[in-house]
């Protein structure tokens, strides 16, 4: 009598700790696994990126450009875990006494394959640049040993089975019209579509007669000699100066200040080289190389904010990274997706991260406090007005309680008022029109300044270099 319960109790214990047993190491394979191609993974990155001393350090820091390419990839490890571990946590379901498990996690050829298999999935899902037949074969075999430990019997498998085929074949058709939609110009002008979409859109929006400058700028064609009296100005900047979606050559802020002078009667001839995803650096060796050579009497540098970040997108993670480019380059829907998953990223980190891009110590701030100093210098060895133009970040409430990187500007003003430059920020004049930043968008789907943020722009900047003088101080010609 005895006996009976102490073989029950026993095999009770055999069971619970031979299970548990199992299903702890398994779960140690599985969170090694995805961390050792996330360190190879990094350690590549930051190899590939020159920087020192340790990789492990920058990945840790706020301040290296490691931070969130870690934090994401620590993200995805993290639900690859849990996802993980949720299918042993069912696989425990259908085999209680853990003998299966056990087993598994006893084998050496399972483990192995275990090992290899997790290090594939998770490598493709970081880093695989196509699509896979092999690893999608994969994945829908990892779907079906799912589908086969939630059902207790064969028959209702068949029902899993049939419901998810269903389910998926729902969705495609659902996808596939959704990608019909997406294609069509009316969708494609109010939500730019693909890249390649968009592109074609920014192409098309330029007037070809501004393409007929050798260096590829956006400027008014002059004939030498320039008039007598007339004064000279050279603007550098980015894609805000160049004028993405802005179709007028007439409507880029540069010339838009060029007409106001000469309304007010104060001849001028201005010269603009802004070139798209350039930045502070790139600009002062424009200006060496060639905007000197106009013999300018007034410099303006336009200023946006990334100038002095890190390059945003190359941290973040695509929305199905295990394709790679191969949907991007197919789905105008996937793209779209894709891109507003990244700029979700992007306002989440780079909220915090821009403030620190700005303090001293930063790379890129000070190549940008660089850039700007020798600016200066070389202006006032030639005797020459110089202006820095800060233009706001155009995707929060410009208003002085709403926005969100007031800190940056004004370490852009310090940087200017020690480098001895003029400067301007048009964010209060913008905002004491319209805080509302859409109200200033070049397109529905596109953050640069519109025409109408650019009218603003250049009628700021005409008023000030009346009121500072500035043209006063130009040679006669």
Not at 87 to 98: S, T, V
Request: proline share 6%.
């Amino acid at each position: 009598m005895t006996a009976q319960p102490s073989s029950e109790g026993g095999r009770r214990k055999r069971r619970r700790p031979g299970g548990r047993a199992a299903f702890a190491i398994l779960s140690a394979l599985w969170a090694a696994t995805l961390l050792a191609p996330l360190v190879i993974l990094g350690h590549a990155e930051f190899k590939a990126a020159g920087a020192t001393p340790g990789w492990s350090f920058a990945s840790l820091d706020p301040q290296a450009t490691l931070y969130s390419w870690t934090r994401n990839r620590m993200v995805l490890w993290a639900l690859l875990f849990a996802a993980g571990c949720a299918l042993l946590a069912l696989g425990r379901r259908r085999d209680p006494a853990g003998e299966k498990l056990d087993g598994l996690a006893r084998s050496p050829a399972a483990a192995a394959g275990a090992l290899v298999g997790a290090a594939v999935v998770h490598t493709a899902l970081a880093s695989l640049e196509a699509a896979s037949v092999p690893l999608v074969a994969m994945l829908l075999g990892l779907a079906f040993f799912t589908a086969w430990l939630a059902a207790p019997s064969g028959r209702a498998l068949a029902g899993v089975v049939a419901r998810a085929s269903l389910l998926v074949g729902t969705l495609l058709a659902l996808t596939w019209l959704a990608e019909w939609t997406m294609r069509r110009p009316a969708v494609i002008a109010r939500t730019g579509g693909s890249a390649e979409q968009r592109a074609a859109l920014r192409d098309a929006a330029v007037d070809p007669a501004d393409g007929r400058h050798p260096l590829a700028w956006r400027t008014r064609l002059r004939t030498p000699p320039t008039p007598a009296g007339t004064a000279r100005i050279f603007v550098v900047g980015d894609s805000f100066t160049y004028g993405d979606f802005v179709e007028k050559l007439d409507d880029l802020w540069p010339f838009v200040l060029e007409d106001a002078l000469v309304e007010a009667g104060h001849p001028v001839e201005v010269t603009n080289s802004g070139t798209a995803g350039s930045d502070t650096a790139y600009q002062r060796r424009v200006l060496d190389a060639v905007g000197w050579q106009f013999d300018p009497d007034v410099v303006i540098v336009q200023f946006t904010l990334n100038d002095a970040g890190p390059p945003a997108y190359r941290y973040t993670m695509p929305l199905l990274p295990v394709f790679g480019t191969s949907l991007t380059e197919r789905s105008a829907l996937f793209q779209l997706l894709d891109a507003h998953f990244r700029g979700y990223q992007v306002a989440r980190s780079f909220r915090d991260w821009w403030p620190r891009s700005f303090r001293d110590g930063s790379p890129g701030w000070e190549a940008c406090r660089e850039a700007l100093d020798a600016i200066a210098r070389e202006s006032r060895e030639r005797g020459v007005s110089a202006l820095l133009l800060l233009f706001p970040m155009f995707d929060s409430d410009l208003s002085e309680t709403g926005y969100w990187n007031l800190e940056a500007h004004a370490a852009v003003r310090r940087a200017s008022e020690e480098a001895g430059l003029d400067f301007l920020d048009l964010r209060p004049r913008l905002a004491e029109i319209d805080p509302n930043p859409r109200r200033w968008w070049a397109r529905p789907f596109d953050a640069h300044p519109g025409v109408e943020a650019q009218h603003v722009a250049g009628a700021a900047v005409a008023r000030r270099l009346l009121e500072t003088g500035a043209l006063d101080r130009a040679g006669a010609r």
